[in-house]
């Protein structure tokens, strides 16, 4: 009679067992779920020009995944040696990060000392570059920095999600237009609204540009880095139909390549594309 008796509290505590056996089950999986990933893609041409002046790179580490884009300014000379030095200072200096607890504080420094060492390397001569990096943390948020007229964008649930501003006289003429200052045909007929306003390799340069916020990216979002050689030859739509197609983000970039080249514009510019699509996270339980 003794022993029956137990048996309900043999019962209640195999249930116990069993239900703490399924939370921690529970916790596992979710813990896996917060793992991030990130696929990468990127396409480059050199256009009608002799150089190719753009360089770009990845690095991925436990910090994340680093993307940079450099255009160095073809109009100066040793634009290939400003992108190529700004990048690699980047990559350099990320890959030797142990935490990275400040990225607008990375950002800023990894920018100025590159901007040190062009303005030392080319001792006196022309050249300069611009700059965009993205940061996409292990918890998938994007941290980003720009400098000069290469552009950021997110491409999410077909629409694009502009990140970072163009750094550029047509940015002040605008100003002066919202302020009624000049109408707008003012502003689209300056021939200097191009013209840079800010870039890497010279000794006035003063900041970057850098997300106050870091951005939450979805499952699916295509973070893009562009030079002006990609939106300056294809239209939104152009790229908005090449970017919704649920193939691989290398896929995409060299399609958004081969769509710039088939333009056959006389004046083609370098033009490089790198695309950091998030493809994991956040699983549902």
Request: some cysteine; charged content about 25%; aromatic content about 8%.
């Amino acid at each position: 009679m003794e022993e029956q008796g137990l048996i309900p509290y043999i019962i209640v505590l195999g249930f116990l067992i069993v239900l703490l056996l399924l939370l921690f089950i529970r916790k596992s999986l979710a813990f896996q779920g917060t793992k991030f990933s990130v696929e990468i893609g990127n396409g480059q041409t050199i256009g009608r020009r002799k150089e190719q002046d753009d360089y770009f790179s990845t690095a991925t580490t436990k910090n994340g995944t680093l993307a940079v884009l450099a255009d160095g300014i073809s109009g100066l000379k040793n634009g290939r040696i400003a992108s190529t030095l700004v990048v690699t200072t980047f990559v350099r200096e990320y890959s030797q990060l142990e935490r990275l607890d400040n990225v607008e504080d990375f950002f800023r420094k990894v920018a100025l000392q590159s901007n040190n060492q062009i303005v030392q390397q080319l001792n006196g001569t022309s050249g300069g570059t611009t700059l965009v990096a993205a940061v996409i943390d292990e918890q998938g948020y994007l941290h980003w920095g720009a400098v000069g007229d290469s552009i950021i964008t997110i491409f999410r649930n077909g629409e694009f999600i502009p990140v970072n501003q163009k750094h550029t006289f047509e940015s002040i003429l605008e100003e002066r237009y919202l302020s009624g200052e000049i109408t707008e045909v003012d502003v689209q007929k300056n021939p200097m609204k191009k013209r840079l306003i800010n870039y890497l390799g010279y000794e006035g340069y003063k900041n970057m540009e850098i997300g106050r916020e870091a951005i939450k990216l979805n499952k699916g979002d295509k973070v893009c880095l562009y030079s002006d050689g990609v939106y300056n030859s294809l239209t939104e739509v152009e790229m908005e139909r090449i970017l919704s197609q649920k193939i691989a983000p290398y896929d995409i970039a060299q399609e958004i390549i081969e769509a710039v080249e088939q333009k056959r514009l006389k004046n083609q510019d370098n033009a490089t594309i790198v695309i950091l699509e998030r493809t994991a996270g956040d699983l549902e339980l």
